[in-house]
C-alpha cells in the first residue's frame, strides 16, 4: 500500500481541522474570564465553570439525564440480551422479520418518535413523567444494545455451553456461568453506547419533557434558543470532557470503528 | 416453524424474543399507529382535537405552498449534506486507511468521537463561529476575502455546514467499513500492470467502496431530512425545516393533528427514499454484497 501524498496530508488536515473546529471554540469560549462570549486572550478562567453550580436547572438536569440513561439502558440491555441470544442462536421463521422490528427505531425520525410518545403519554396519562421517558428512551436505545450483543452472541463458540450441560448444569447455571461472561464485552459494550445515546437525544425529549422532568441536552437547546451566552459554552464544554472520558474507555473496550459499522441514529 | 426444527429451537426463540416483542408492540406500534390516526383528526382553536376522521390536514399540506415550500427546502438541504458528506467523507476514509499504525487509531477516534457528543454541544460551536463576531467573519474579513461580515447564522449555507459536520462520520465509517474488506494484492496487481495511481482508484477502489458510499449517503440523508436541533439553533425560527415545523405546530400551535400530518408525511416520504435507494443498491451492486 502507498502513502499518501502531500495533497492528500493537506486535505486530511482540513478536514480534521473542520472536525474539532467547533468542539475547539466551545471549549476555548467556557474558560473566558469575561462576562461576555470571547475567547479567552486575557489568561483562563473558571467562572463559568462555577457559575453551573448556581444554575440549578442545569444540575437537576443533568442529574435527571444521568437517571434516565443510567434506567432505560439497563433495561434496554434486560431485553436485549434474551432477543439477541434468540435471533443468533436460531433460524425460525420471521427471525429477519423479528430483527428488522428491533432494528426499527433507528428507520424512524426522531421527531416522529417524539410526537409518537407525546400523542401516546398524554393519552394514556403519563405525559410529562418520568416514567414516560424512561419507556421512550428504552426503545432508541434497543437496536444500540440489540446490535452489540448480538455481535458477541454470534461469535460465540457453542460447544463450550454444550460442554457445561453434559457436565451437569442447569440452563440458567450454564447462562450465568458460561454464556454471560463469554458475551460480557457485547453487553457491556451495548449499554454504554446506549447510555450515550440516551444522554445526548434532544430531538425526541424535547417533545415529550416537561419542566419538572427535562433532560440536560433539552434544557441546553431550549437555553440556546433564548440567548447564548458563556455559561452555556461551560455545560457543553464539561459534557465534552465527559464524554472524551467515555469515549476513549469505548474505543479501548470495544473499538470506535467496530462500534459504529452499520449505525444510524 | 418447519425452518425452527433445523436447529432445534422449536418455541424457544419466539420465548426468548417476547418480553422484548410485547414492549415494542405497546409502546412501538401503537403510539405509530395513534400518529397515524391524529393526521386524520380535526382540530380548532377553540374546540381542540375532535376525533373525527377527515382529510382536512391532509388538503392542507397538499395545497398550501407554504408547506410545499418547507418540504423542498428540507430535501435541498438534506441532498446538498449528503453530497458534500460523500465528497469529502470518501478520499477522508481512503486517506484513513492509507496512514500508519498510531496515526490512524488517533485520527478515527477524532473522526468518530463526535459522534457521541451532543448535537447542542456541537451545534452551539458552529452558531459561535458564524455569528457576525464570530472566527470565521472575523478572518474572512481579515484576509480581505469579504468586505463585511456574511449571514451564516439564519441561512441555508450555515444550517448545510453544521449538519455536514455532525454526519459525516456516517459516510467515513460506512467507506471505512468498506476499505476493510478490500484485498490490497488486487490493488497491487493493477499497478504491476501498470495502471496509474488514478486509474487504479477510479477502476478498482471506487466501485469496490461504492456500497459503502452509498449505504453511508442513505444514512446521512435521512438523518439530515430529520435533523431538527442543528436547524432550529443554526436556522432560527423563519427557516424552517419540516422537523421544525411539526414542533412547532405540536408546541407553539398546539395544531396536533396537522403536526401530526407533516410528521406522517416525512416517516412515508422517508420510508419511500429508503426502500428505494435500497434496492437500487442491491440491484446494481448484487455481486459485491456476498
Sequence with gaps: MSRNGPAALAFHALFIAFILAPIVIVVAVAFTPEGYLSLPTNGLSLRWFRAIADYPEFVRAFRDSLWLAALSSSIAVLFAVPAALAVARYRFAGREAVLAFFMSPLMIPHVVLGIAFLRFFTTIGLGGTFIGLVLSHIVIVMPFALRLVLAASVGMDRAIEHAAIALGASPFTMFRRVTLPLILPGVVSGWVLAFITSFDDVTMTVFIASPSTITLPVRMFLYIQDNIDPLVTSVSAAMIFLTAIVMVALDRLYGLDRLFVGAGR | ?290
Design chain 2, 1 to 290: 416453524m418447519s425452518t425452527a426444527e433445523i436447529t432445534g429451537g422449536g418455541r424457544t426463540p419466539w420465548l426468548l424474543a417476547a418480553p422484548a416483542l410485547l414492549l415494542f408492540a405497546g409502546i412501538v406500534v401503537v403510539p405509530i399507529v395513534m400518529t397515524v390516526l391524529l393526521s386524520f383528526h380535526d382540530w380548532g382553536q377553540y374546540k381542540g382535537i375532535e376525533t373525527v376522521i377527515t382529510l382536512k390536514n391532509w388538503r392542507e399540506i397538499g395545497t398550501d405552498s407554504y408547506f410545499f415550500e418547507i418540504f423542498l427546502r428540507t430535501f435541498r438541504i438534506a441532498v446538498l449534506v449528503t453530497a458534500i458528506s460523500v465528497l469529502i467523507g470518501t478520499p477522508e476514509a481512503y486517506i484513513l486507511n492509507r496512514m500508519a499504525s498510531p496515526w490512524r487509531g488517533l485520527f478515527l477516534v477524532i473522526v468518530l468521537g463526535p459522534l457521541l457528543i451532543s448535537v447542542v454541544a456541537r451545534t452551539l460551536g458552529w452558531a459561535l463561529l458564524f455569528g457576525s463576531t464570530g472566527l470565521i467573519n472575523v478572518a474572512l474579513v481579515r484576509l480581505g476575502i469579504i468586505a463585511s461580515p456574511m449571514q451564516f447564522l439564519f441561512s441555508e449555507t450555515g444550517v448545510v455546514i453544521g449538519l455536514v459536520h455532525v454526519l459525516v462520520p456516517f459516510v467515513v465509517i460506512s467507506v471505512w467499513a468498506s476499505l476493510q474488506r478490500l484485498d490490497p494484492q488486487i490493488e497491487n496487481a493493477a499497478v504491476s500492470l501498470g495502471a496509474s495511481g488514478f486509474r487504479v482508484l477510479r477502476r478498482i477502489v471506487l466501485p469496490q467502496v461504492m456500497p459503502g458510499i452509498l449505504s453511508g449517503a442513505i444514512v446521512v440523508f435521512t438523518l439530515a431530512a430529520s435533523a431538527f436541533a442543528t436547524p432550529a439553533i443554526i436556522g432560527g425560527r423563519r427557516l424552517k425545516v419540516v422537523s421544525t415545523l411539526a414542533y412547532d405546530e405540536f408546541l407553539n400551535t398546539l395544531n396536533w393533528p396537522l403536526g401530526a400530518a407533516v410528521a406522517v408525511l416525512l416517516l412515508i416520504g422517508l420510508a419511500a427514499i429508503i426502500v428505494g435507494s435500497n434496492r437500487l443498491v442491491e440491484r446494481r451492486y448484487a455481486q459485491v454484497f456476498r
